[in-house]
């Protein structure tokens, strides 16, 4: 049915603030007059709620529109989510929008669009009040590239987008939307780090929830045989979405094409998907990934993973066996070439060493990491306020963080903590010094922009990454006293040994100074990057 056939059934009460739908105009709760509610067309610069300036219109659904907006109360920028004007006055349309933040409201997860409110402007306007990512889709950076993501790139996006799903699904909810629209990467936030976004068609398992006035909902080139069908729907609904994501990724196109939405459709139902070999090489696909994209694309759920963790997991297995790969590689094609990145290798010069100290040890003498760990500091941004105290801070870091914690409980690390101000953690290289090094500031990074966001109180955090006992170095070559670390240079946010130096990837690292170890009285570098990553 088309738009113009909407019916206007959703009523308003003033008095007592709620919605109606049906043929009385009387609010059977308090007897005053039921209003037909009246679509808000927000304008840029218009004041919504007394409270929301429009700023600028950033995004369209199916049934909402998306704004940019200054929330005058709490001194952020938000997403708005508004319907829109056409859908304003449906009881339908308006019970799924309101579904969308309900649902929302259960999922707490760093890699899921953050829920602020949602409710009523006193004119019956319904609004969503969303966290505002600053970044761009997956779909606008594949179109700006014109191909796919790198490959490491690519798979991490999917692990943190399957990390994502995984806590969608323990919650009870099916996303349905799963596409590269819906994915951000978020500018300040580490390399290939997502937000899922847009809970518009999201709904509990079962029989698909469609709105009669509206017909199918959903996007053909990204939607399951069970959505096309109108079927039930679960957690292997949003697997065969990632299925068809990975393609978008790795080589810049959806499995299935077709000149019409019901030529996807029938290819949904009925063609096999292309393998990634035929489209990017078989030397450009990482051993196992074809065998893991399969089932995803099954046509039968009941032929596909149940559970977005099992499919995360395997995912990992064959990053790892990738990135060994590509170790290895390097090794053999550059073995007399300095281990070094090329930052590094040009800011840290040799220091001679002062009178009456020995030299300390070569790091190319060393052997490689066997475990990197970090000591975090969250503090609080003293200002004019109440000031809170470490055991709150302890708490206000516990809820914030967990996600991040759990992610990285996941990666194998072992994390003590929030105890007070302080979280420990100690990550194991397995090989591959240089992608634990390098996961590992890029999620203190992203530690920092989540304790960042927080209104009250201001929140920052500090860390210290240190080398745990460096494999075929001497006993008297110990990691850095991570506390004393911190105490470095308070200019800078993370301080790093010169182990850990070695291996720090691209990011640009910077010599402050030698000091005397709590352990050794021999001075050590240290070495400092910001935490919003390079």
Same mark, same amino acid.
């Given at each position: 049915?088309?738009?113009?056939?909407?019916?206007?059934?959703?009523?308003?009460?003033?008095?007592?603030?709620?919605?109606?739908?049906?043929?009385?105009?009387?609010?059977?709760?308090?007897?005053?007059?039921?209003?037909?509610?009246?679509?808000?067309?927000?304008?840029?610069g218009d004041i919504?709620?007394?409270?929301?300036?429009?700023?600028?219109?950033?995004?369209?659904?199916?049934?909402?529109?998306?704004?940019?907006?200054?929330?005058?109360?709490?001194?952020?920028?938000?997403?708005?989510?508004?319907?829109?004007?056409?859908?304003?006055?449906?009881?339908?349309?308006?019970?799924?929008?309101?579904?969308?933040?309900?649902?929302?409201?259960?999922?707490?997860?760093?890699g899921i669009v953050?829920?602020?409110?949602?409710?009523?402007?006193?004119?019956?306007?319904?609004?969503?009040?969303?966290?505002?990512?600053?970044?761009?889709?997956?779909?606008?950076?594949?179109?700006?590239?014109?191909?796919?993501?790198?490959?490491?790139?690519?798979?991490?996006?999917?692990?943190?987008?399957?990390?994502?799903?995984?806590?969608?699904?323990?919650?009870?909810?099916?996303?349905?939307?799963?596409?590269?629209?819906?994915?951000?990467?978020?500018?300040?936030?580490?390399?290939?780090?997502?937000?899922?976004?847009?809970?518009?068609?999201?709904?509990?398992?079962?029989?698909?929830?469609q709105a009669d006035?509206?017909?199918?909902?959903? +996007?053909? !080139?990204?939607?399951?045989? @069970?959505?096309? *069908? #109108?079927?039930?729907?679960?957690? $292997?609904?949003? %697997?065969?979405?990632?299925?068809?994501?990975?393609?978008?990724?790795?080589?810049?196109?959806?499995?299935?094409?077709?000149?019409?939405?019901?030529?996807?459709?029938?290819?949904?139902?009925?063609?096999?998907?292309?393998?990634?070999?035929?489209?990017?090489?078989?030397?450009?696909?990482?051993?196992?990934?074809?065998?893991?994209?399969?089932?995803?694309?099954?046509?039968?759920?009941?032929?596909?993973? +149940?559970? !977005?963790?099992?499919?995360? @997991?395997?995912? *990992? #297995?064959?990053?790892?066996?990738? $990135?060994?790969? %590509?170790?290895?590689?390097?090794?053999?094609?550059?073995?007399?070439?300095?281990?070094?990145?090329?930052?590094?290798?040009?800011?840290?010069?040799?220091?001679?060493?002062?009178?009456?100290?020995?030299?300390?040890?070569?790091?190319?003498?060393?052997?490689?990491?066997?475990?990197?760990?970090?000591?975090?500091?969250?503090?609080?941004?003293?200002?004019?306020?109440?000031?809170?105290?470490?055991?709150?801070?302890?708490?206000?870091?516990?809820?914030?963080?967990?996600?991040?914690?759990?992610?990285?409980?996941?990666?194998?690390?072992?994390?003590?903590?929030?105890?007070?101000?302080?979280?420990?953690?100690?990550?194991?290289?397995?090989?591959?010094?240089?992608?634990?090094?390098?996961?590992?500031?890029?999620?203190?990074?992203?530690?920092?922009?989540?304790?960042?966001?927080?209104?009250?109180?201001?929140?920052?955090?500090?860390?210290?990454?240190?080398?745990?006992?460096?494999?075929?170095?001497?006993?008297?070559?110990?990691?850095?006293?991570?506390?004393?670390?911190?105490?470095?240079?308070?200019?800078?946010?993370?301080?790093?040994?010169?182990?850990?130096?070695?291996?720090?990837?691209?990011?640009?690292?910077?010599?402050?100074?030698?000091?005397?170890?709590?352990?050794?009285?021999?001075?050590?570098?240290?070495?400092?990057?910001?935490?919003?990553?390079?």
């Open positions: 049915m088309s738009i113009k056939h909407l019916q206007s059934d959703l009523l308003y009460c003033r008095l007592c603030n709620r919605h109606f739908r049906g043929r009385s105009r009387i609010c059977p709760t308090d007897g005053a007059p039921l209003e037909l509610v009246t679509a808000f067309d927000g304008r840029i919504l709620d007394q409270r929301y300036e429009l700023k600028a219109q950033i995004g369209a659904g199916g049934m909402g529109t998306v704004f940019r907006a200054h929330d005058t109360l709490t001194h952020r920028d938000v997403a708005l989510k508004l319907l829109k004007t056409e859908y304003a006055s449906n009881s339908t349309s308006a019970q799924r929008f309101l579904q969308e933040a309900r649902l929302l409201r259960k999922v707490e997860h760093p953050g829920l602020h409110r949602f409710g009523r402007t006193p004119d019956g306007t319904l609004l969503i009040d969303m966290e505002l990512v600053d970044g761009e889709a997956v779909r606008d950076r594949v179109l700006r590239m014109g191909r796919g993501l790198d490959m490491q790139t690519a798979l991490y996006v999917l692990d943190n987008l399957l990390a994502a799903l995984a806590a969608c699904h323990d919650a009870g909810v099916v996303h349905c939307d799963v596409k590269p629209e819906n994915i951000m990467l978020p500018r300040a936030g580490s390399v290939g780090l997502c937000k899922l976004v847009d809970f518009g068609i999201a709904q509990v398992p079962g029989p698909i929830v006035e509206i017909g199918v909902v959903g +996007t053909p !080139a990204y939607m399951s045989p @069970e959505q096309v *069908r #109108a079927g039930n729907i679960d957690a $292997r609904t949003d %697997l065969y979405l990632v299925g068809c994501v990975t393609y978008e990724l790795l080589t810049g196109e959806p499995p299935f094409a077709g000149a019409t939405a019901l030529d996807l459709c029938t290819s949904q139902l009925l063609d096999e998907a292309p393998t990634l070999a035929s489209r990017l090489g078989a030397a450009q696909v990482p051993s196992g990934l074809e065998a893991w994209l399969k089932p995803l694309m099954a046509k039968s759920p009941d032929q596909r993973p +149940t559970s !977005a963790r099992q499919v995360r @997991e395997g995912l *990992r #297995a064959i990053r790892t066996e990738m $990135r060994k790969n %590509l170790s290895d590689e390097r090794m053999s094609s550059a073995r007399l070439s300095s281990l070094r990145p090329p930052s590094s290798a040009l800011l840290r010069r040799p220091r001679t060493p002062g009178r009456g100290v020995p030299a300390v040890r070569s790091q190319e003498s060393g052997g490689d990491l066997q475990v990197v760990r970090a000591l975090v500091e969250v503090s609080q941004i003293v200002g004019k306020g109440v000031t809170y105290g470490p055991e709150a801070i302890e708490q206000i870091a516990r809820h914030v963080l967990a996600g991040t914690l759990d992610e990285l409980r996941q990666a194998g690390a072992d994390v003590s903590g929030p105890a007070g101000r302080h979280i420990e953690i100690r990550m194991p290289c397995a090989g591959d010094e240089r992608g634990a090094v390098s996961h590992l500031l890029d999620t203190l990074a992203s530690m920092h922009a989540q304790l960042a966001r927080i209104p009250e109180p201001r929140l920052q955090a500090r860390a210290a990454v240190v080398a745990d006992r460096p494999a075929g170095c001497s006993t008297d070559v110990q990691g850095l006293d991570p506390l004393g670390l911190l105490d470095v240079s308070p200019g800078t946010q993370i301080r790093v040994d010169e182990y850990v130096a070695r291996w720090a990837g691209r990011r640009a690292l910077v010599r402050l100074t030698s000091v005397p170890s709590v352990w050794r009285l021999q001075p050590t570098d240290i070495y400092a990057t910001s935490l919003h990553p390079v």
